[in-house]
T-cell receptor, first 113, second 113 residues
Framework: DVKVTQSSRYLVKRTGEKVFLECVQD?????MFWYRQDPGLGLRLIYF???????EKGDIPEGYSVSREKKERFSLILESASTNQTSMYLC????????????FGPGTRLTVL | EDKVVQSPLSLVVHEGDTVTLNCSYE??????LLWYKQEKKAPTFLFML????IEKKSGRLSSILDKKELFSILNITATQTGDSAIYLC?????????????FGKGTKLSVKP
């Protein structure tokens, strides 16, 4: 069974702090994704990666960066956290085939004070 | 353990058919149930359901929630080839499990001409 894990379930940070969110998948998936979910807005894609060291911007990349040094790990970085980045962050992974389902992690609820 | 189970896992129909997708759940302190359509990268939001028995409708798609029996259905009438996608169900908890968002494995729908 596919497992996608995220480093934290809940995080509280202060404005201006650098924040790292980590995601690990154990199924050798090529594709990995970072989303944020906000009430009334559904899932919004921040960044995705289709291979090690490869990344592409999603719909809302501003204020975020990512790192994929190993196939199983995809990190989301908030260089200088702001209150409007308070949200639920979800990581997902899938095989390279675009038609395959994405497997989601449990989410990290980030609060920026 | 909180979980979301979707059925069937895959489904092949012909254009014009009506389909019903199922989502059952067990989650602590239920808050909402969400349906998404995943075609390429980011799943697109379809419905959010919070109350039992109230049907939500958008064109040929409709959905309803039964909080007593802990399930939801997504109906698609007069299916078209453009409905081919993976349909994801997710359930959000709050309070003691605030921020808990669990996705099912999805139902892969293929609509043949």
């Amino acid at each position: 069974d596919v497992k996608v894990t995220q480093s934290s379930r809940y995080l509280v940070k202060r404005t201006g702090e650098k924040v790292f969110l980590e995601c690990v998948q154990d199924m050798d998936h090529e594709n990995m994704f970072w989303y944020r979910q906000d009430p009334g807005l559904g899932l919004r894609l921040i960044y995705f990666s289709y291979d090690v060291k490869m990344k592409e911007k999603g719909d809302i990349p501003e204020g975020y960066s990512v790192s994929r040094e190993k196939k199983e790990r995809f990190s989301l970085i908030l260089e200088s956290a702001s209150t409007n980045q308070t949200s639920m962050y979800l990581c997902a992974s899938s095989t390279r085939r675009g038609t395959d389902t994405q497997y989601f992690g449990p989410g990290t609820r980030l609060t920026v004070l | 353990e909180d979980k979301v189970v979707q059925s069937p896992l895959s489904l092949v129909v012909h254009e014009g058919d009506t389909v019903t997708l199922n989502c059952s759940y067990e989650v602590t302190n239920f808050r909402s149930l969400l349906w998404y359509k995943q075609e390429k990268k980011a799943p697109t939001f379809l419905f959010m359901l919070t109350s039992s028995g109230i049907e939500k409708k958008s064109g040929r798609l409709s959905s309803i929630l039964d909080k007593k029996e802990l399930f939801s259905i997504l109906n698609i009438t007069a299916t078209q080839t453009g409905d081919s996608a993976i349909y994801l169900c997710a359930v959000e908890g709050y309070g003691g499990s605030q921020g808990n968002l669990i996705f099912g494995k999805g139902t892969k729908l293929s609509v043949k001409p």
